[in-house]
């Protein structure tokens, strides 16, 4: 009964979060001048009106699916790992160069790029989890100011390997092209929705059977809830600490890799799409709930891919719709529910 009530609860708060969100963004959409039923169906459409609209709604949320994985793990277990955005620029630009320069079987070369790629996203966590376990250096800061140095870098690298001088166009900075026949399946072809999307599902199942089933996830959901209580119950927290924190760089590489052998297929400077940013507000809204932050992000694929639509087909600027997902996680963190009840039990004390 209580899990029951907790359930109700939550599902109540999504869906006042949600009619406060529409209101809020009807609104915006009237002030600009538009039509706001107009706007909305345009987005569902844009979103699972079409063969085309559903791939690029699988597209959107494939890396969503992903960081969003990436960030579950760290904020479940106690770590603010805000430099996921860093891990995916450096798993995208290692696995890029693999696989544009090794030349070998698709079952050799294609494993091998994820496995740099997870492996460079991996070490790119390395130093904010060190920072954070011996000087006690706060991860929030160490990850955030690294996502800027892991975006120069790469583009700093690119040009080096490509002999590119400093006054080069932006839009020119990119790796080689990877061959055709190391890119991910594509779902629906001739569409960019690929096999990425099926790799974000197995890492939350996985992440899901990790925390509900075994000791190791039992351990880490440990530390997140009190990481003193953990220690004094035998579990070894500098260990666990950084195997967490490690493996949340990893899966954010994976993203990166799955970007680079999806839809881009080379490194370009600046490619991502707040893609990191995106897994962390998901991980936020789903309240580090694995399966609940795998539905999110399809929706906030959907979403992603039906603003687009909307774009093009009325005079609603997609830059609304960003601003709705910010208000959307605010209002879930916020639990205005719970604001609201305890407003109400305050006014009858007094």
């Known amino acids: 009964m209580k ?42 459409a844009g979103a699972i009106g079409s063969t085309s609209a559903i791939a690029s709604s699988i597209r959107w949320s494939t890396p969503v699916i992903i960081s969003a994985t990436a960030a579950v793990i760290a904020q479940k277990s106690g770590i603010n790992n805000l430099g996921i955005e860093g891990q995916i620029y450096f798993g995208a630009f290692t696995s890029a160069v693999v696989a544009a320069y090794v030349q070998g079987p698709v079952y050799i070369v294609v494993p091998l790029a994820f496995a740099v790629g997870a492996l460079a996203g991996l070490l790119y966590a390395v130093v904010p989890a060190l920072l954070k376990m011996y000087w006690n250096i706060d991860e929030m800061i160490t990850t955030l100011m690294l996502n800027y140095a892991a975006i120069q870098l790469t583009e700093y690298f690119t040009m080096l390997l490509m002999g590119l001088g400093s006054n080069t166009n932006p839009d020119l900075i990119a790796t080689p092209e990877i061959p055709a026949q190391y890119q991910l399946a594509q779902i629906l072809p001739p569409y960019q929705a690929n096999a990425g999307f099926f790799i974000g599902i197995a890492l939350v199942l996985i992440t899901f059977f990790v925390y509900r089933y075994t000791r190791m996830g039992y351990e880490w959901t440990m530390i997140g809830r009190n990481k003193e209580f953990a220690k004094y119950g035998g579990i070894k927290y500098r260990k666990n600490y950084l195997i967490i924190f490690l493996t949340s760089g990893a899966i954010a590489g994976i993203c990166g890799v799955t970007e680079m052998l999806g839809p881009h297929m080379r490194f370009r400077t600046n490619f991502s799409t707040n893609m990191g940013w995106d897994g962390i507000m998901v991980a936020l809204i789903a309240r580090n709930n694995p399966v609940a932050a795998g539905i999110i992000a399809i929706v906030w694929g959907m979403i992603k891919a039906g603003s687009l ?37 305050a006014r009858k004390e007094a």
Do not use: C, H, W
């Not at 960003?322 to 209002?331: D, G």
């Open 309 to 345: 639509s909307m774009e093009r087909m009325t005079s609603v600027n997609r830059i609304l719709v960003t601003l709705v997902q910010a208000l959307f996680v605010l209002f879930i963190t916020l639990d205005i529910k719970s604001l609201f009840q305890k407003r109400k039990l």
């Open 3 to 44: 899990r029951s009530a907790k359930i109700l609860q939550e599902a109540s708060n999504y869906v006042i979060s949600i009619i406060a969100v529409l209101l809020i963004a009807s609104v915006l959409i009237l002030i600009q001048g538009s039509n706001p039923l107009e706007a909305f169906s345009e987005m569902i």
